[in-house]
Antibody, heavy 118, light 107 residues
Framework: EVQLVQSGAEVKKPGATVKISCKVS????????MHWVQQAPGKGLEWMGL????????IYAEKFQGRVTITADTSTDTAYMELSSLRSEDTAVYYC???????????WGQGTMVTVSS | AIRMTQSPSSLSASTGDRVTITCRAS??????LAWYQQKPGKAPKLLIY???TLQSGVPSRFSGSGSGTDFTLTISCLQSEDFATYYC?????????FGQGTKVEIK
């Protein structure tokens, strides 16, 4: 069974850094890009960026450029999303997602809630 | 960057109704469009990709059409489990982008 399993909820203070993991199973990790999507409470979906696990190449959305780092560890079939200089507006659920049909996402992680509060 | 605009933002409908949601891209995206359904507290679920291809396991009452800049998602006969929020997404170019969502509520 194809699965993306994310790490658990996090509570961080403003200015801190959070790193979320996404463990892959059921397919070859390096065959498909891994994406990250942000969803603030009661809001829509926002694409943050992707990593190509094959070579580590990344593309980031301009909104998050400079604060986000997406990586892939092929030894453990795990992708990571690190977001720094956290502020209250970063309070959101973060999803990893991948797609077997180009960049349409047919596989999603369960989501990780990140709360930024002093 | 390509912007995706959905309409309406919300709608009220009854079970059995035919529902249509529209998605417009700010520039042409060929058929690189996907539709998702999201229920509260859950990850989005892919319904349609390549504008009109039904994802495996998705009921045939869902259909998609369009190309270029204008797209539609149609639910032919609304069922109780279809009350949810729907998003379109372009994957023609980076940055990838979602529409703002359409909430389908019970009338």
């Amino acid at each position: 069974e194809v699965q993306l399993v994310q790490s658990g909820a996090e509570v961080k203070k403003p200015g801190a850094t959070v790193k979320i993991s996404c463990k892959v199973s059921g397919y070859t990790f390096t065959d498909y890009y891994m994406h990250w999507v942000q969803q603030a409470p009661g809001k829509g979906l926002e694409w943050m960026g992707l990593v190509d696990p094959e070579d580590g190449e990344t593309i980031y959305a301009e909104k998050f450029q400079g604060r986000v780092t997406i990586t892939a560890d092929t030894s453990t079939d795990t992708a990571y999303m690190e977001l720094s200089s956290l502020r209250s507006e970063d309070t959101a659920v973060y999803y990893c997602a991948t797609g077997f049909y180009g960049n349409a996402f047919d596989i999603w992680g369960q989501g990780t809630m990140v709360t930024v509060s002093s | 960057a390509i912007r995706m605009t959905q309409s309406p933002s919300s709608l009220s409908a009854s079970t059995g109704d035919r529902v249509t949601i529209t998605c417009r891209a700010s520039q042409g995206i060929s058929s690189y469009l996907a539709w998702y359904q999201q229920k509260p507290g859950k990850a989005p679920k892919l319904l349609i990709y390549a504008a009109s291809t039904l994802q495996s396991g998705v009921p045939s009452r869902f259909s998609g059409s369009g190309s270029g800049t204008d797209f539609t998602l149609t639910i032919s006969c609304l069922q109780s489990e279809d009350f949810a929020t729907y998003y379109c997404q372009q994957y023609y170019s980076y940055p990838l982008a979602f529409g703002q969502g359409t909430k389908v509520e019970i009338k």
